[in-house]
């Protein structure tokens, strides 16, 4: 079956969906109990380099398997700018010294919240993006790739994928020759705010994943089947209004179940009941006024005001439940927006952190950086032309 979808722009998807157009540490067995609804089955993957028995369906390889290639020849740096333009700048290096890619492909689309991506060198190559600023996963359909991040190691192989989470340094010191990929790029924010959902408070800090992914257990096969499922939605419908909010809807599926399948730092918390009781109404009301106007000024008086609290009671409720203050609470979600805004390209930067309530220029910049990885400037990007929209080289057109 025809593909008929390429590689999209996030803000292109949405604006035509509107308009109505058409080795870490060992890791233990899991106890899980049996989910009542049983994902799980065996399917034999199709990939343009042959057949590899997997637990994903078929209809991966009829998404992305009739994307467009976007290589057109063998430049190992072509090759390299091009993922740049798709994922992160990184150092890409071939590891021959007179590398001769064979069959290289790269084909990736861009969704709302996700980015996905089929990346083969044809030749061994490491990749060395440094610092993410964002959560990814490779999930390797061929051949191994050896993985790092931060301190944890492990090789990326059709068995195991590979998680890795923002501020920690990320290198891919031996991507085999023969090795194929799906690079799932996550935007973290809307990772964060899913993980919000799940706990029913805040997320504070960010979320440190465990790197090796067994994708032959039951959990990693659950993930692959909301892969798929996502993957077989994208090849062969009309990009309705009601089919760009539903691929939205499998996006954050697919970010959920990965939150629920694959350990990291609150993983516990998601297990377990509370401890400290109930998430207090009062705390949730102040919330609930700096997320409903937080470009409004506020002084902590006033806030404790509103939640029936003395100021010292305040702090102590974020403190206590959030691990941090009224006003580092309201710093956060003002950088959020701003950050959704300069991602729109809804203005300069200067105008966004003021209309966020950053009268410091230089003091924003920094706290930016300090939460996202990257500048303000890096976010709107150097093409920005104000006030206008731009889509991007590639849409999702009929």
């Not at 035509?16 to 049996?34: K, V």
């Not at 923002?166 to 090795?179: F, G, I």
């Not at 194929?180 to 805040?202: N, S």
């Not at 609930?288 to 939640?307: F, G, H, K, N």
Request: aromatic share 8%; hydrophobic share 35%; glycine share 8%.
């Amino acid at each position: 079956m025809a593909s008929t979808f390429g590689a999209v722009n996030t803000h292109d998807l949405r604006a035509r969906g509107e308009a109505g157009g058409a080795a870490s540490h060992a890791r233990p067995e899991r106890g899980r109990e049996e989910s009542a609804m049983d994902w799980d089955s065996e399917f034999t993957f199709q990939t343009p380099l042959g057949s590899v028995h997997r637990p994903v369906s078929a209809l991966a390889d009829d998404a992305l398997g009739h994307m467009p290639n976007e290589i057109t020849d063998t430049d190992f740096g072509h090759f390299r700018d091009v993922l740049n333009s798709h994922y992160y700048p990184a150092r890409v290096e071939p590891l021959d010294r007179t590398p001769d890619p064979r069959a290289p492909r790269l084909a990736a689309v861009h969704l709302s919240y996700v980015t996905i991506g089929y990346v083969r060198f044809g030749a061994s190559a490491s990749v060395d993006p440094g610092d993410l600023t964002g959560y990814h996963v490779n999930v390797p359909l061929q051949g191994r790739v050896a993985s790092q991040c931060g301190t944890q190691s492990t090789t990326a192989s059709p068995s195991t994928a590979a998680v890795f989470s923002p501020h920690r340094h990320t290198y891919l010191p031996h991507w085999e020759a023969d090795a194929a990929q799906l690079c799932i790029k996550f935007d973290r924010l809307q990772v964060e705010k899913e993980l919000a959902t799940l706990l029913g408070h805040p997320v504070t800090r960010p979320i440190e994943f465990r790197l090796d992914f067994p994708l032959d257990h039951d959990d990693g096969k659950r993930w692959l089947a909301l892969l798929s499922g996502l993957l077989s939605f994208l090849d062969g419908h009309a990009r309705t209004p009601a089919a760009v909010r539903h691929i939205e809807t499998l996006e954050r599926s697919l970010i959920s179940g990965l939150l629920l399948s694959q350990t990291h730092s609150y993983s516990e918390a998601l297990r377990t009941e509370p401890t400290q009781g109930p998430f207090p109404r009062a705390l949730n009301d102040v919330i609930d006024i700096i997320e409903t106007s937080p470009e409004r000024e506020y002084v902590l008086s006033d806030l404790a005001d509103q939640a029936d609290l003395s100021v010292r009671g305040l702090q102590y409720a974020f403190q206590r439940h959030l691990g941090m203050s009224p006003m580092q609470y309201l710093r956060g979600v003002r950088l959020d927006r701003a950050r959704e805004d300069l991602r729109a390209g809804a203005g300069t930067v200067s105008d966004i952190a003021y209309q966020w309530g950053f009268t410091n220029l230089g003091r924003f910049a920094r706290a930016y950086r300090d939460r996202f990885g990257e500048l303000p400037s890096e976010t709107l990007g150097p093409g920005f032309t104000p006030p206008a929209r731009r889509a991007g080289p590639h849409s999702w057109s009929a």
